[in-house]
């Protein structure tokens, strides 16, 4: 389903080939095919786990690495903002503690003077557990978009064939040759 939603936005659209073809850009860029989509889902969701305030810039800086579909990558990465930062890198910092075995802080306190005093106990497991959804819940999400995208295929290929059956025996029935 997503994946015809998608090809009906990026494909055969004019302004983005004039778009590509102005700034001499990649049409993988905006490419809508399995490699290109679920390369984006990976380096969206790499840079939106990771705490830093230039992810977008980041993103872009990989795009000359890595060839993605920036779009996707780009609407995943605003999954992090500021209203889902302080869930999120509470679940990081958590992981962090888990993975390190640590107890975590108690008594929080949601002020600016609290946690630059803590900093040093806040930092270490938060980046733990950022390294953990980046590096290990990251490349999960990829492989299941990328099964996803495979599944999507074979069962529109099937539908097809079983539609191209059915066609075939309806016309069989209604031939002019099996009437006489």
Do not use: C
């Amino acid at each position: 389903m997503i994946r015809r939603v998608l090809k009906k936005i990026f494909n055969n659209n004019t302004k983005i080939d004039k778009f590509l073809h102005k700034y001499n850009l990649s049409k993988e860029y905006f490419g809508v095919n399995r490699k290109s989509v679920t390369r984006g889902v990976l380096i969206g969701f790499f840079w939106a786990f990771i705490p830093m305030p230039s992810q977008i810039v980041a993103m872009i800086f990989t795009a000359f690495f890595i060839r993605f579909n920036v779009p996707i990558a780009l609407n995943i990465i605003f999954l992090s903002n500021p209203l889902t930062f302080p869930p999120m890198y509470y679940m990081e910092y958590a992981t962090g503690n888990f993975i390190l075995g640590n107890e975590g802080l108690t008594n929080i306190e949601w002020t600016l003077e609290w946690i630059w005093d803590h900093s040093g106990d806040i930092i270490v497991p938060l980046y733990v557990g950022t390294a953990f959804y980046s590096f290990v819940v990251t490349p999960v999400i990829y492989l299941l978009v990328n099964w996803a995208w495979i599944y999507s295929v074979h069962s529109e290929k099937k539908r097809r064939q079983i539609n191209r059956q059915n066609n075939k025996k309806r016309e069989d029935y209604s031939s002019p040759s099996r009437n006489a």
